[in-house]
C-alpha cells in the first residue's frame, strides 16, 4: 500500500514557499502565547514526589499524621550539631547554652523548647535549672570536677547519652559531638516523610538560626528539613546555571561548524530557542511542575532540534548545488524532509511517551513534558525554519550581511566521505557474516547488563560532599552554593548511628481494644527473620506494649492494673484494653504512649531495630514478613524510610524495563505500519531496528561497566535511547528507500551514508556534547544521565552508519529481485525505461512523475529542469537527511 500523503505536503510546502510571511507570523503569535505560560512554572523537588501512591509512602504518612513523630527534623524542629575535642567540657557546653539562649530570644523563630545535653548536665547540678538562663548560670558557678561528676551521673540515661556521638567515654566524661534541638511550633505545619518535598516551613526559620550561630563561638553546625529543602531547590537553579551556558557555548561552536553561514546559525539557533520557550511554556500552561529530571529536557531539544536543524539546511543547501532556486530547492527539501522528520517524530515520542507506564510520578512527567517538546520541534524546525529560511534568503542579497560557505556536509570522493563509508564496504564484502557478529556481540553485552544495580537514595537529589574543583572554581555567578547536607549527614551516619543499624516500622490497623490486640504485636516479635536485630529470639522493638511493660516496672499501681488482666502472665495484658489506655493517658508517659497507639484506639505502629549489615532490600523483605503475621486479625503494611525507598527501587528497575518493552515494541509497530502506509515495505522496518537494538544493548553494558545503577535519572536512560537513537537510523534508511528506486544497491547505500552521514555526524557531535555537558551538573547522578545520553546518541550514529547498511544489504536481498538494477515500488507498473534517457518519468512517495535533474554517481549534476519558481526536484530524493 501508497499511502498518496503528498498532498498533505504539497499543501505544506505551497504555505512554506508561497506564503513564508504568514508562516513565520503565525508561529511568533503562538510563542508569545507560550511566553506566558513561562511565568506559571513552578518547581518540585526531592525524593517525596517519587514516593507519591506507594503504598508504604501511603502508610508512613498515615503513621505521621496519627501518631506523634519521635525525634527527628522534620517535627518542627532545628538541630544544633556541635563538634569540639570534648563537647562534655565546661566551655563547650556553656556554649551550646547560649547559642540557644541566643535563638530562643529571637521571636521570629518560634522556639517553643530546647534541649541539650548541656541542659542535662546543668539540672544534674542544680534541679532548679529549668530555663536556659538559670542553666547557664549554674554552668558557669560549677567546677570542672562538678561537670565531670553530673556527666557520670547520666552515663545511663538515654535521654543524655542519645544526644551524644558513639565515641563517648564516660570514665573521662568526654564525646567529640552532641545535638542539641530546638523545636518550633510547626508542627501542625511540617509534613514527616520518607523523603523531602523540597519545600519547608522552616527554611526561612533555619536560615535565620544559621546567620545567628555564624556569629558565636564553638564549631556548630544548624540541621533540618528547611536546610535540606534550601539545598534541593538550590541543586536545580546552580545545575541549570552551570550547564545551560556550557551547552550554549558548545552548540553553538558546532553550528558554526555545521552551517559555517551567520544567518543560519542565527536562524537555526532562534528555531532553537522557540522550542525550549515552546515546552517550558506548555509546562507552565499545564500546570506540570519542573523537577530534577526535567533538567534534561532542554538538552534533549537540543539535541533533537539540531538534528533537524542541519538536516534540513544541509538538504536544502544539496538542492541548491543541483541549479535550483529558493523555492524549488526547498520545495525538494520539505518533500522529504518533513514525511523523515515525521517519522523521527513519531518514534522518538513514543519512546518517551512509554514513561507514562511508570508508577513514579515524576518519570510521567518528564515523558508528558519531552514528547509535548519533540512534537514542537518537529513544528518548528519542519515549517517554521523552512519557511523563515526562504523568507531570507530572499531578501538577504539587499542585506550587508557576509555569506560564508553554503556547502553542504560530506560529499563523495571527500575524506569525510570515505571515512563514512566503512560500513558499506564492509556490507560489500561480509554483511551477514558482520551483522551475526554484532548481534552475537549485543545479546553478550545485554546478558551482561542483566547485573546493573537499581538504587534510590535521598542523596542522589543533593549535591555531593565534595564538588568538584572545576565547579568551585567558576566566577560569580556561575559558582556553586556552599553545601552541607550531605556532609553533615555523612557525618551523623558515621558518628550517632547505631552499629545495629536501622528500622522499619510495621502500620496497624484495627480496634486495639480487642482482647488479642497486644497479644498479637507480642507473638509477631518471636522467631524474628535474620536482618531482625534480637535477644533470646525475640526482635528488638518499640511499640505500646513495650511502653506498657516499662511503665509497669516503674508505677505499682499500673502494674498491679496489667497484672489483673494479664491472663497467661507473660506481662501483657488481655482483658480491659480500654482501661489500659485510659490509665497510660493520663500518665506521665502519655506522650510516648501517643507515638505507638492511635488516640481513637484504631490504629498503631510497631517500630523493629534492623542489624547494621543488612541490606535494604533484606530489611523489606522481612519486614513484609513480619507484616504477614498481622493480618490474621488486621491490616498491616511494612513501611519507614527504608521500606520506602526500596519499593522506589524497585519501582525505577521495574519502569526502566517496562518502557523499554513498550518503546521498542511501539516503535516496530510505527514503522511496520508507517513503511507499509508510504512506501509499502514493512519489512524494512527490522532492519531499522538493527541500530537501535545495538545502541540499546551497548548502553545498557556500558552501565555496568561504569558502575553507574538505574536510579530516579537512569530509569528512562533505556527508552530514551530508543527515542533519540531511532532519528538516526530512520533517516538512513528513508535516504535508503528513495536512492534504491533510482540505483542499484550499492551505488544506493553509498550515496545514502554519504549524503545522510556527513549531516548526521555533525548533528551527532552537536548532540552529543550539548547533553553531555550535564557531567558539569552539581548533581552527580545528572551528571551519570549526561554520560549515558552521549553515549547512546554515538552509539546510535556508529550503529546506523556502520551496521545498518550490512542489515539493509540483508534486508534487500529478500525483498529484491536483483541488486543490479533499481528497486520497483510495490504496486507499481515495471514500465521499461531506457537508463540513457535524458528525462525520466520517476514516480514519487507521493504517486507523482515529477521532471528531474539527474545527478550523476559522484554528486555532479547532468542535466536540469525547471526554474526557481518550478516544482520539478532532483531525482535525488532524501530521507529528511540530505539529497546528492
Not at 358 to 372: E, M, N, T
Request: contains cysteine; aromatic residues 8%.
Amino acid at each position: 500500500m501508497n499511502y498518496d500523503y503528498q498532498r498533505i505536503v504539497d499543501w505544506v510546502d505551497d504555505h512554506i514557499v508561497e506564503r513564508p510571511g504568514k508562516v513565520i507570523l503565525a508561529f511568533l503569535l503562538v510563542t508569545a502565547v507560550f511566553a506566558v505560560g513561562l511565568g506559571n512554572v513552578s518547581t518540585e523537588s526531592g525524593t517525596q514526589q517519587f514516593a507519591e501512591d506507594i503504598p508504604a509512602q501511603d502508610a508512613l504518612d498515615q503513621v505521621n499524621d496519627e501518631f506523634l513523630p519521635v525525634f527527628g527534623e522534620d517535627t518542627g524542629s532545628t538541630q544544633l550539631i556541635q563538634r569540639d575535642p570534648n563537647v562534655l567540657s565546661k566551655q563547650s557546653l556553656l556554649q551550646m547554652l547560649r547559642t540557644q539562649e541566643r535563638i530562643e530570644e529571637k521571636p521570629t523563630l518560634r522556639v517553643s523548647q530546647t534541649s541539650s545535653a548541656a541542659a542535662v548536665v546543668a539540672q544534674t547540678i542544680d534541679p532548679q535549672a529549668t530555663t536556659l538562663d538559670r542553666q547557664i548560670t549554674t554552668l558557669e558557678q560549677a567546677t570542672q570536677a562538678d561537670v565531670r561528676a553530673a556527666v557520670r551521673q547520666n552515663a545511663d540515661n538515654p535521654a543524655f547519652t542519645g544526644t551524644l556521638s558513639n565515641d563517648f567515654n564516660k570514665k573521662s566524661a568526654s564525646a567529640s559531638s552532641t545535638i542539641g534541638v530546638v523545636k518550633h511550633s510547626l508542627t501542625s505545619e511540617v509534613s514527616s516523610s520518607a523523603g523531602q518535598s523540597g519545600s519547608s516551613p522552616l527554611t526561612p526559620i533555619q536560615q535565620q538560626i544559621q546567620r545567628i550561630v555564624a556569629t558565636t563561638d564553638g564549631d556548630i553546625t544548624v540541621f533540618g528539613t528547611g536546610i535540606i529543602a534550601d539545598e534541593f531547590g538550590a541543586v536545580i537553579s546552580d545545575s541549570l546555571l552551570i550547564v545551560t551556558p556550557a551547552a550554549v557555548i558548545l552548540i553553538i561552536l558546532f553550528l558554526v561548524i555545521a552551517y559555517r553561514d551567520l544567518l543560519d546559525l542565527l536562524l537555526g539557533t532562534f528555531a532553537l530557542a522557540m522550542a525550549v520557550i515552546w515546552t517550558f511554556g506548555f509546562l507552565g500552561l499545564a500546570g506540570i511542575p519542573f523537577n530534577q529530571i526535567m533538567i534534561a529536557v532542554p538538552p534533549l531539544l537540543l539535541a533533537v532540534g539540531i538534528d533537524f536543524g542541519i538536516h534540513a539546511i544541509n538538504r536544502y543547501r544539496e538542492d541548491r548545488e543541483t541549479g535550483l532556486g529558493i523555492e524549488g530547492a526547498m520545495r525538494v527539501a520539505t518533500d522529504q524532509l518533513l514525511v523523515a522528520f515525521f517519522i523521527v517524530t513519531g518514534t522518538t515520542v513514543i519512546g518517551f511517551l512509554s514513561n507514562l507506564a511508570s508508577d513514579l510520578p515524576p518519570i510521567r512527567d518528564f515523558g508528558v513534558v519531552a514528547g509535548v517538546g519533540i512534537t514542537f520541534t518537529f513544528l518548528i524546525f519542519g515549517v517554521f525554519l523552512p519557511a523563515a529560511k526562504v523568507w531570507m534568503d530572499r531578501r538577504k542579497e539587499s542585506w550587508p550581511i557576509p555569506t560564508f560557505s553554503q556547502k553542504p556536509l560530506g560529499e563523495e570522493g571527500s575524506a569525510l566521505g570515505d571515512a563514512l563509508s566503512v560500513g558499506v564496504t564492509i556490507s560489500n564484502k561480509i554483511p551477514v557474516i558482520f551483522l551475526v557478529l554484532t548481534l552475537l556481540i549485543s545479546v553478550g553485552a545485554a546478558g551482561y547488563a542483566t547485573g546493573v544495580d537499581t538504587s534510590f537514595s535521598q542523596e542522589d537529589f543533593l549535591p555531593p560532599e565534595d564538588v568538584s574543583p572545576l565547579l568551585t572554581s567558576l566566577p560569580e555567578p556561575f559558582a556553586p552554593s556552599d553545601y552541607s547536607v550531605v556532609g553533615t549527614l555523612n557525618f551523623l551516619e558515621d558518628k550517632f548511628t547505631s552499629t545495629q543499624g536501622g528500622s522499619v516500622t510495621i502500620y496497624v490497623e484495627g480496634r486495639m481494644e480487642n482482647e488479642v490486640a497486644l497479644e498479637q504485636i507480642y507473638r509477631a516479635g518471636a522467631d524474628p527473620p535474620e536482618s531482625f536485630v534480637s535477644e533470646n529470639r525475640r526482635a528488638e522493638s518499640t511499640s505500646i506494649v513495650t511502653v506498657i511493660k516499662d511503665y509497669a516496672a516503674r508505677d505499682p499501681e499500673f502494674r498491679r492494673l496489667v497484672e489483673r488482666n494479664d491472663v497467661d502472665d507473660n506481662g501483657v495484658p488481655d482483658d480491659n484494653l480500654g482501661e489500659i489506655y485510659d490509665y497510660l493517658e493520663t500518665s506521665p508517659v502519655s506522650s510516648q504512649a501517643d507515638r505507638y497507639l492511635a488516640e481513637d484506639h484504631r490504629s498503631t505502629r510497631v517500630v523493629y531495630t534492623v542489624s547494621g549489615d543488612a541490606s535494604d532490600k533484606e530489611a523489606t523483605e522481612d519486614a513484609r514478613i513480619v507484616a504477614d503475621r498481622f493480618r490474621s486479625r488486621y491490616d498491616a503494611t511494612a513501611t519507614g524510610n527504608t521500606v520506602v525507598f526500596q519499593e522506589v527501587s524497585d519501582l525505577i528497575f521495574s519502569s526502566a524495563v517496562t518502557s523499554l518493552i513498550l518503546a521498542l515494541g511501539g516503535t516496530v509497530v510505527f514503522l511496520v505500519f508507517i513503511y507499509w502506509l508510504l512506501d509499502g515495505l514493512p519489512s524494512i522496518a527490522l532492519a531499522n531496528l538493527v541500530p537501535i537494538v545495538v545502541a540499546v544493548a551497548g548502553v545498557a553494558g556500558t552501565m555496568r561497566l561504569l558502575g553507574i545503577s538505574f536510579n530516579a535519572f537512569t530509569a528512562t536512560i533505556l527508552s530514551l535511547t530508543i527515542g533519540l537513537g531511532i532519528d538516526y537510523s530512520v533517516h538512513v534508511v528513508h535516504r535508503f528507500l528513495d536512492e534504491r528506486k533510482e540505483a542499484d544497491l550499492q551505488t544506493a547505500l553509498e550515496r545514502t551514508v554519504v549524503g545522510t552521514g556527513g549531516a548526521l555526524m555533525g548533528s551527532m557531535f552537536t548532540t552529543a556534547f550539548g547533553i553531555g555537558v550535564l557531567v558539569l551538573s552539581v548533581l552527580s547522578v545528572l551528571g551519570q544521565f549526561g554520560v549515558l545520553t552521549a553515549l547512546s546518541i554515538v552509539y546510535s550514529f556508529v550503529a546506523s552508519l556502520v551496521v545498518l547498511p550490512s542489515a539493509l544489504v540483508v534486508w534487500d536481498r529478500f525483498a529484491n529481485e536483483s541488486p543490479d538494477v533499481p528497486m520497483v515500488e510495490p504496486g507499481s507498473e515495471t514500465d521499461d525505461v531506457e537508463s540513457d534517457s535524458d528525462s525520466d518519468p520517476l514516480a514519487t512517495d507521493g504517486g507523482e512523475c515529477i521532471e528531474s535533474s539527474r545527478i550523476s554517481t559522484d554528486g555532479s549534476a547532468v542535466t536540469g529542469a525547471g526554474d526557481d519558481d518550478s516544482q520539478s526536484s532532483s531525482s535525488a530524493t532524501s530521507d529528511g537527511g540530505e539529497t546528492r
